[in-house]
């Protein structure tokens, strides 16, 4: 790749960089030889993956949880990962320094929340066992990620990097692969998450380490055109085998979409992934930034084929515009998606919409969930939500052992 298709083609910030690399590698080795003090969570005797050799802190089954904007925060992370999980903080999708909100200003502090409810304030040379989320669908992905993201990466340390939605010509452009080579060149961990088969091999070819392989049962946004959860799990593992066999390459895959209890885990490691994300199940933790009124409208919600609503018209009503249209989401049908589903134009809808926003009501709101909202119904701290999951999981595997 030519340095023109790199992210950025400006030598002194590429100098700048890379002469933190050696630094932040040397931080690397530090935590990966490192445990979180015991106190932290008890490991089960289970055998040990790369999953587990890459993230020493976590127990199996690992569950991670999603860095979902407007949810996930540091304290909700930090929960997860003392428990045995692995949490993940959303870092947004706006990278441009004059304008637009300030998420990577808001990642710092964070990931600073979660190193103090780590216990690792006073460890400056141990790496947060938290990761951070990144939307790279903004045109300001291309021109400003390794300028702004990387430095913040750098000075809180986080061992994960997540990447979702590139734009489809920074894909096939090469500013993905470049963006990952500079995250492999700082020593993070990178995951990436896809909903189609040519998403999973792109994924590969560029460097990723981990994929999150999210079915359409997923809440909030995904791939406009998939297949559920069971099918295409299934087809990835096998997908991805094949890129091993061919390239050498060790990539694990986590299923994600529709799993929000310890059944749904046995299932995804049944398909053959590795591990586990959730997304919906933390939106109801204590610990989530999520207003009150969306988890008890979550926490009542059944049947999820029938309550909740996979389009891209929710954007289009609330002013979500960064959204190429190749991803859409899934939320729970309210007021206005029962009028889109009746024929209600949607420039009546979004009127509507800003007039119900506008009286502080919330009826009209949308509420991003997976199709398993039906089987949520409790509101927990994030860390007995792993515990409970991981049991419930280790049990059934149990149970299902009794029948052969």
């Not at 630094?23 to 015991?38: I, T």
């Not at 949880?65 to 706006?94: C, D, H, Q, W």
């Not at 799990?233 to 060790?250: D, I, S």
Request: glycine share 10%; aromatic share 6%.
């Amino acid at each position: 790749m030519s340095d023109e298709d790199r992210p950025s083609s400006s030598s002194s910030k590429r100098a700048s960089l890379l002469r933190l690399k050696s630094k932040v590698k040397e931080v690397k080795q530090v935590v990966m030889s490192s445990q979180l003090p015991q106190t932290h969570y008890k490991k089960e005797v289970t055998r040990p993956t790369r999953l587990t050799g890459l993230f020493p802190n976590t127990t199996n089954p690992i569950v991670f949880s999603a860095p979902m904007l407007g949810t996930a925060n540091g304290r909700l992370a930090a929960e997860v990962s003392k428990a045995g999980g692995f949490g993940f903080i959303p870092a947004g999708y706006n990278f441009n320094p004059e304008s637009g909100p300030d998420h990577l200003g808001q990642l710092g502090e964070e990931l600073k929340i979660a190193r103090k409810v780590l216990d690792l304030e006073q460890a400056t040379l141990t790496a947060v066992p938290v990761g951070v989320g990144f939307i790279l669908c903004h045109e300001s992905a291309r021109t400003h990620f390794i300028e702004r993201a990387i430095p913040v990466l750098q000075e809180y340390s986080p061992q994960a990097v997540w990447l979702f939605a590139p734009r489809v010509e920074d894909v096939e452009g090469g500013v993905v692969r470049g963006i990952i080579d500079v995250l492999h060149d700082n020593g993070f961990v990178v995951f990436y998450q896809v909903g189609t088969v040519k998403a999973v091999k792109e994924a590969v070819r560029d460097g990723a380490d981990v994929v999150v392989a999210q079915g359409t049962d997923a809440g909030g946004h995904q791939f406009a055109r998939g297949a559920g959860t069971i099918s295409f799990l299934r087809e990835v593992v096998e997908v991805v085998k094949g890129e091993k066999e061919r390239t050498g390459r060790e990539v694990e895959v986590v299923g994600a979409g529709g799993v929000v209890d310890g059944r749904g885990v046995v299932a995804a490691l049944a398909l053959g992934a590795d591990a586990v994300v959730m997304g919906t199940r933390f939106i109801l933790a204590e610990e989530a930034t999520t207003p009150k009124f969306k988890q008890e409208l979550i926490a009542k919600t059944t049947d999820g084929a029938s309550s909740t609503f996979k389009h891209t018209v929710m954007d289009d009503i609330q002013g979500t515009t960064i959204w190429p249209k190749i991803y859409d989401g899934r939320a729970i049908v309210g007021g206005s998606v029962e009028d889109h589903l009746n024929g209600v134009p949607v420039e009546d809808n979004i009127r509507l919409f800003k007039e119900a926003a506008e009286k502080g009501e919330t009826d009209r709101t949308i509420t991003w969930a997976g199709s398993g909202v039906g089987l949520v119904s409790k509101i927990q701290p994030a860390g007995e939500i792993v515990k409970e999951v991981r049991e419930e999981a280790l049990q059934r595997i149990k149970e299902l052992q009794t029948l052969f």
